[in-house]
């Protein structure tokens, strides 16, 4: 992890996919001791959602984004696409996008842009893009 940051990755969904999806890939990725932003981790009782949302956006390396056919249909998430988009640049990588439930064709409805970044599918199961994650980052089986 780079000395800016505080974080491996933010983890970018919309809530219907939580449970069956981004709940059990957080957990796994801290367990393989990546660090992650997710608001089940990161968020308590009180906090202003804008002002800890930004913070985890600008102290993470990377931002896995789960999208979906939900996610684009939600405001929050878009507002922290846009976040990460505005941290990318032709010399740096942030948006790391997994497809769920969603192929290139969908993505493109909603941006032409995201489509043509290289994403993971969430059939390869979260093991699947743990692995890829981990061996991206460089970090060890803790």
Do not use: C
Request: net charge negative; charged share 25%.
């Amino acid at each position: 992890m780079t000395t800016n940051t505080d974080y491996h990755v933010f983890v970018s969904h919309a809530s219907e996919d939580k449970d069956d999806f981004v709940r059990p890939l957080a957990h796994a990725l801290r367990g393989r001791g990546v660090s992650v932003w997710y608001d089940e981790f990161s968020l308590s009782w009180g906090d202003s959602l804008r002002n800890k949302i930004d913070e985890g956006l600008t102290k993470s390396q990377y931002g896995i984004v789960v999208l979906s056919h939900k996610f684009f249909e939600k405001n929050w998430p878009l507002k922290e696409l846009d976040g990460l988009i505005s941290r990318e640049d032709t010399n740096t990588k942030v948006i790391l996008p997994i497809w769920h439930g969603v192929d290139s064709s969908d993505i493109a409805k909603y941006s032409p842009i995201l489509a043509s970044k290289l994403a993971v599918s969430s059939s390869i199961g979260i093991s699947g893009i743990v692995n890829k994650f981990v061996e991206l980052i460089g970090v060890q089986n803790i």
